[in-house]
């Protein structure tokens, strides 16, 4: 319980940021919590743990770019680099595990997304590769994505 208070502190002192939701908020102020807590459980491999890890990996990555737009620092570019490669790792264990699922299918196309985000364009060709030939519409889309981004 120690850990809860102490991690819920800082959410209702944050500030608004410009142009800001009450939804976008909520998301923000939340995204650290579920993070902590999505990685405290995922060694036990739960599909719908694994999900919320790496959805709440990919919204911190997306607040990450957010504020680091139009900024010429190198540290936060730094930052939001390695925010887009933690939600890759997210998204790449959860596929892993759900690999010849549709979850797993899922799980590639945001992987790519995420490592097209930090600039590895080459890994995120592989990871939409790996999404698998097939009708769903994961792979149908993770299929137009590596042949669109060049091969």
């Given amino acids: 319980m120690a850990w809860a208070r102490d991690a819920g502190k800082g959410i209702s002192k944050s500030p608004d940021e410009p142009g800001e939701t ?9 995204s650290p919590l579920l993070v902590y ?8 491999r739960l599909p719908q743990v694994q999900l919320a890890l790496a959805q709440a ?3 911190q990555a997306a607040m990450a770019e957010r504020k680091s737009r139009g900024s010429k620092q190198s540290q936060q570019a730094q930052d939001r680099q390695r925010h887009w490669k933690a939600a890759a790792l997210a ?3 959860l596929a892993k595990d759900m690999q010849g699922k549709r979850l797993g299918a899922y799980a590639r196309l945001w992987q790519g997304i995420a490592l097209h985000h ?3 364009l080459d890994g995120s060709r592989q990871a939409w590769a790996a999404a698998g030939e097939g009708n769903l519409p994961e792979q149908v889309t993770a299929m137009w ?3 669109s981004s060049g091969s």
């Fill in 22 to 30: 009450p939804d976008d908020r909520l998301v923000r102020q939340a």
């Fill in 37 to 44: 807590l999505a990685d405290r459980v995922a060694q036990t």
């Fill in 57 to 59: 990996r990919h919204e």
């Fill in 91 to 93: 998204w790449g264990a």
């Fill in 118 to 120: 930090a600039g590895d």
């Fill in 145 to 147: 994505l590596a042949a």
